[in-house]
């Protein structure tokens, strides 16, 4: 079968790679096209655009990007007429993802939508355009499949993809050598995958360095990133580990993230973190009276409580930063707290194979409908 997909950042190109691999051993007839990334593209994916061309962060960046968005909005809808799929497989992404579901599904061709637009967040009534417009959609987080029973539509859930890429992670035995870091405490900071986002978070992260002689900081690089953003880092002798997040986790003894998917991957990992989050002031200012959740991070919306403390826009500052990271290194309660909170959200989001679940069901749906 012909799969058109989309992924618009990083996140979504690794977990739409291993929903590629999982349909591809299922389906031996398979052929895939769209926008993604360097992950898609080693299971076979044709990149008609990488997601890395109109990555955007923030209303008031998204509105002067606008035309770039409009530009590969048309090239994408042009491909997809080209192509003819079978279907439409959709990953997050959910302002420009939305967009092409419409047009997919006005041109009749059936739409699957895997790991939804946070429609919950803000603007819920955008669950009655998702319905609308999306033939089967695949939930990631626990809480969604309630929530979009309020819209009376059966979500499937199923299970989170997390679960499954660190599953297959094995530990690099000689990465302290490798990368020539001491056996001091590592913490980790995470600042990001997008050049607007890391350049947002790295200023107050480095800051913090002094207060901490005893403490090594070490960054979680993105590959696809030009090195030259980290060089604020560098100049304060902050070490850059590119592509080996996992590997950073797995030795970290805490965290700083950006609010986002790292999130939950750090506390996959069990290591106790700070999230932090800063965007500009016109953004935070239009952001805080949409967004209609308690937290930020999936953490704490999962654990639907504060396992993990969240530092938004002028919390985000070096004295605040300081004192609770300090509060998480070392044997303090407050440590202990947010491992046990880490126990919860486990047992919410349940059981692996997400990736084999989802292309189970895509498949079957679509070779139902040909019989």
């Known amino acids: ?170 530990p690099h035995d000689f990465f302290h050598q490798k990368h020539e870091i001491s056996y001091k405490p590592i913490v980790a900071l995470l600042p990001g995958s997008r050049k607007q986002e890391v350049e947002n978070m790295l200023e107050n992260m480095v800051k913090i360095i002094p207060d901490f002689p005893g403490v090594q900081f070490i960054i979680a690089g993105v590959n696809n990133l030009p090195q030259e953003v980290y060089d604020m880092a560098k100049d304060h002798g902050i070490k850059v580990v590119f592509g080996q997040t996992y590997d950073l986790l797995y030795y970290a003894n805490a965290a700083v993230v950006t609010s986002g998917t790292a999130t939950l991957e750090t506390a996959l990992f069990n290591v106790p973190q700070v999230v932090v989050y800063k965007t500009s002031s016109i953004s935070y200012a239009i952001a805080k009276r949409l967004i209609k959740v308690p937290f930020i991070s999936l953490v704490n919306l999962i654990a639907e409580k504060e396992v993990v403390k969240e530092l938004i826009q002028g919390e985000y500052n070096k004295e605040v930063l300081f004192k609770e990271l300090q509060g998480l290194l070392g044997g303090s309660r407050r440590k202990a707290a947010v491992l046990e909170g880490y126990k919860l959200v486990r047992e919410k989001i349940g059981e692996e194979k997400a990736s084999e679940k989802t292309a189970k069901l895509i498949y079957e749906t679509l070779a139902g409908s040909n019989i």
């Open 1 to 170: 079968m012909k799969y058109y997909v989309i992924a618009g950042e990083r996140s979504g190109d690794m977990h739409l790679s291993n929903l590629l691999h999982a349909l591809k051993q299922i389906d031996n007839k398979v052929d895939f096209r769209g926008m993604g990334g360097d992950y898609s593209k080693e299971e076979g994916l044709s990149v008609v655009a990488h997601y890395d061309e109109i990555a955007l962060m923030g209303f008031l960046e998204v509105l002067f990007g606008f035309r770039k968005v409009l530009k590969y909005l048309g090239l994408v809808k042009k491909d997809i007429l080209a192509y003819k799929p079978d279907a439409l497989v959709l990953v997050d992404y959910g302002g420009f993802n939305m967009k092409i579901a419409k047009f997919a599904h006005d041109q009749g061709i059936p739409v699957h939508y895997y790991i939804p637009p946070k429609v919950w967040a803000w603007n819920q009534k955008r669950a009655f355009k998702l319905k609308k417009y999306v033939d089967h959609l695949y939930s990631i987080l626990p809480f969604e499949p309630a929530f979009f029973k309020k819209f009376d539509w059966e979500v499937n859930y199923v299970g989170n993809p997390l679960l499954d890429e660190i599953k297959k992670f094995s």
